[in-house]
C-alpha cells in the first residue's frame, strides 16, 4: 500500500525557514517523479515544485522559484521541500504527491499524502 | 488568475449530468494530457481522470473525462449528493516548465 507522510509544519515568523519532509512507503521510490501542492486557506490548489526519480532534474513554480529547494533521499525513501525567506501568502498546507507514471514529471498525481499546516505570521 | 481556466461554481440535482469545464493554451492543455482531481471537504484531493480520459480503478464510471484542442472538460453522469466536492484540472506547462492547476470548481448537489 503506497503511503505518503508529511511532517514538519508549523508556524514562522515572516523571514523565517522551514523544512518539511515526506516519507514514501510502498513503491520504489527511486522509479517516480514527486511533487510538492499547497493550498493556502480557503483557496485552490498550487503546484510548487517537482523533482525527477533520480533527484537530477528539479522545477519550480514562479512564486517560490530562488527561496524553495526540492530534494530527495532515496536512500531514505523521502522527499523534502526547504523553503527559506517565507512571506505569508506562503501559509498554506502543502501536500507530497506520488507522479503515477515511471520516469517522467507531470501533474499526474495518482497519490498523496494528507498535508502539512504552514502557517507565516508574526 | 490561474493558468487554466474553470468555472467557480456549478450544480445540479440527483440524476443529473453535470459538465465542468477547463480551458488552457497551446503550451499546456494543447500538447499535454489533462488530469482532474476531487477534493471533498477536509480532505487531500484524489486522482479522478487522467490522460485525458482515463479512469483510475475504483473511480466510478460516471465520470468521464475529454479534450479538445486547448479546452478539457469533466462530466458527471448520474449526479450522487457524494459528488459535491471541489474539481480540479491539471496539466503540465511546456512554457513555464512547471505543472499548472485550474482555480476549481465547487459542485453543489441540489
Known amino acids: 500500500e503506497v503511503q505518503l507522510l508529511e511532517s514538519g509544519g508549523g508556524l514562522v515568523q515572516p523571514g523565517g525557514s522551514l523544512r518539511l519532509s515526506c516519507a514514501a512507503s510502498?513503491?520504489?521510490?527511486?522509479?517516480?517523479?514527486m511533487s510538492w501542492v499547497r493550498q493556502a486557506p480557503g483557496k485552490g490548489l498550487e503546484w510548487v515544485s517537482a523533482?525527477?526519480?533520480?533527484?537530477?532534474?528539479?522545477y519550480y513554480a514562479d512564486s517560490v522559484k530562488g527561496r524553495f529547494t526540492i530534494s530527495r533521499d532515496n536512500s531514505k525513501n523521502t522527499l523534502y521541500l526547504q523553503m527559506n525567506s517565507l512571506r505569508d501568502e506562503d501559509t498554506a498546507v502543502y501536500y507530497c504527491?506520488?507522479?503515477?507514471?515511471?520516469?517522467?514529471?507531470?501533474?499526474?498525481?495518482?497519490?498523496w499524502g494528507q498535508g502539512t499546516l504552514v502557517t507565516v505570521s508574526s | 488568475q490561474s493558468v487554466l481556466t474553470q468555472p467557480p461554481s456549478a450544480s445540479g440535482t440527483p440524476g443529473q449530468r453535470v459538465t465542468i469545464s477547463c480551458s488552457g493554451s497551446?503550451?499546456?492543455?494543447?500538447?499535454?494530457?489533462v488530469y482532474w482531481y476531487q477534493q471533498l471537504p477536509g480532505t487531500a484531493p484524489k486522482l479522478l481522470i487522467y490522460?485525458?480520459?482515463q479512469r483510475p480503478s475504483g473511480v466510478p464510471d460516471r465520470f468521464s473525462g475529454s479534450k479538445s484542442g486547448t479546452s478539457a472538460s469533466l462530466a458527471i453522469s448520474g449526479l450522487r449528493s457524494e459528488d459535491e466536492a471541489d474539481y480540479y484540472c491539471a496539466a503540465w506547462d511546456a512554457s513555464l516548465s512547471g505543472g499548472v492547476f485550474g482555480g476549481g470548481t465547487k459542485l453543489t448537489v441540489l
Open positions: 497551446s503550451s499546456n492543455i494543447g500538447i499535454n494530457y
Open positions: 490522460r485525458n480520459n
Open positions: 523533482i525527477s526519480g533520480s533527484g537530477d532534474s528539479t
Open positions: 510502498g513503491f520504489t521510490f527511486s522509479s517516480y517523479a
Open positions: 504527491a506520488k507522479v503515477g507514471d515511471v520516469a517522467v514529471v507531470t501533474t499526474y498525481f495518482d497519490y
